[in-house]
């Protein structure tokens, strides 16, 4: 019981402290602490018996574990994002949705920019940022409260798109590697879903901005607002070229390299938009550092919750709930749902969740007889929802670094469309799975 209350309050404060803006790098070590202490774990390795875990190695192991597996993938994702960032190539695809659709469609164009940039392979965050200035002028345009920016960004970012078959991004990859599946597992299924959660997502996101129009709101200015890009870009077919090309080659490559397959697809991206619109990048120079520099603080920060996430592992609480989920009596895919879902929420990562329940619970499904694709896609999905709680970096980072709001203001929004709706695809997609989908 001491563990249990050890365990939940370090996640608790974990949220408290990231909401009040601590670092994670802060935050995880003192919230793993939390939990050792009461789960009497050992803090230094001296002070372990032996073949015993103890609070500094069991978080280094979970920190620098993640940096190995997966260090090359988020650099070279940040250096393709920069790239496309630099070039304009970002911006040209966004634009030329956004002004196909215009003003009076404003949430559906923020909602497919950052569908067709993230289902490209571009990084979350740069996602988040090439699209924000453009978002802010549409609902300027259309005097929408912009305190739904940050969700609308979200919900085309990391819902639909990101753990649906056939992503490059990292959540759809993961599982790859521990299920020797591949990206487009259970694919058929993973179709309906993701149209299942685009439509009721965006139907939920036009009824808040409704509402919130006819109680008045409506689009504020603020001093130092970002302008809307440049307008020196690419052609929008030609910025698209290394969106293709990082599908392409993560497609055709992942049977004879598995999740190196991504690697190659991610350089090949880079070099491709580098290339591509040479004529437009500006300092490509600054693009590599700044690349560089934004990969090591995302995998991080990844790594910082699976640190505490490893330590959690440990605790006699955490082996508990792991024994009580596995003999949950029934289909092992709603018990590998349950069970990512919550060390996904305890760890505010998809990623980071993943990382952690799969190399446990993975072989243990496996040799039930659950379908490995059936696995693989209830895995990422699920994986992609209770993440996206208030600690979650992302949330944070777009909410507060990008858009310059409040969680009061914005997190709603956003924990609808990130939290709700992906849950109502997940119980759809073990649905279609139980009906021989």
Not at 341 to 353: D, E, F, L, R, V
Not at 374 to 398: E, M
Request: with cysteine.
């Amino acid at each position: 019981m001491l563990s249990l209350i050890g365990l939940l309050g370090g996640l608790a404060l974990l949220i408290v402290l990231v909401m009040r803006g601590m670092s994670l790098f802060v935050a995880t070590p003192l919230c793993a602490l939390i939990v050792a202490l009461t789960s009497g774990i050992a803090l230094l390795p001296p002070l372990a018996a032996e073949g015993q875990a103890d609070l500094v190695t069991q978080y280094m192991n979970g920190f620098t574990g993640f940096i190995a597996s997966w260090f090359f993938v988020f650099l070279l994702g940040s250096l393709f994002g920069k790239f496309m960032e630099s070039s304009g190539g970002a911006d040209s695809v966004a634009r030329w949705i956004i002004t196909r659709l215009g003003t009076k469609q404003a949430a559906l164009a923020v909602v497919l920019a950052c569908a067709v940039l993230t289902y490209g392979g571009v990084s979350l965050f740069v996602v988040a940022f090439s699209v924000y200035p453009m978002a802010l002028a549409l609902f300027r345009d259309a005097d929408l409260p912009r305190r739904f920016i940050p969700a609308t960004l979200a919900f085309g970012s990391v819902t639909f798109t990101m753990t649906s078959a056939g992503s490059p991004e990292i959540q759809n990859w993961i599982p790859v590697e521990h299920l020797g599946t591949s990206p487009l597992a259970a694919w058929e299924a993973s179709a309906v879903v993701a149209v299942f959660m685009a439509v009721i997502g965006y139907i939920w996101l036009r009824w808040m901005l409704k509402r919130a129009v006819e109680r008045g709101e409506c689009f504020e200015d603020r001093e130092g607002d970002p302008k809307s890009g440049r307008e020196n870009l690419p052609h929008p077919a030609l910025a698209a070229v290394p969106l293709m090309l990082v599908l392409g080659i993560s497609f055709t490559t992942h049977d004879a390299l598995g999740t190196s397959a991504l690697i190659v697809a991610l350089l090949a991206g880079a070099i491709g938009a580098a290339m591509i619109n040479l004529r437009h990048l500006h300092k490509p120079g600054e693009a590599m550092t700044e690349g560089g520099v934004g990969a090591l603080i995302a995998i991080g920060n990844t790594s910082a919750v699976v640190g505490f996430g490893t330590v959690a592992q440990v605790s006699p609480a955490f082996d508990a709930a792991v024994t009580w989920v596995t003999g949950m009596p029934g289909n092992g895919l709603v018990s590998a749902a349950i069970a990512v879902s919550a060390i996904a929420a305890m760890t505010g990562s998809a990623s980071g969740g993943q990382a952690i329940a799969l190399p446990i619970l993975g072989p243990h499904y496996m040799d039930q007889g659950v379908d490995p694709d059936q696995l693989h896609r209830v895995v990422a999905i699920s994986s992609g929802a209770l993440d996206s709680l208030p600690h979650n970096g992302y949330v944070v980072t777009t909410i507060r670094a990008i858009c310059n709001e409040t969680h009061a203001a914005a997190y709603p929004a956003m924990g609808a469309l990130t939290v709700v709706v992906p849950l109502a695809g997940l119980i759809l997609c073990l649905g279609l799975f139980a009906v021989g989908m």
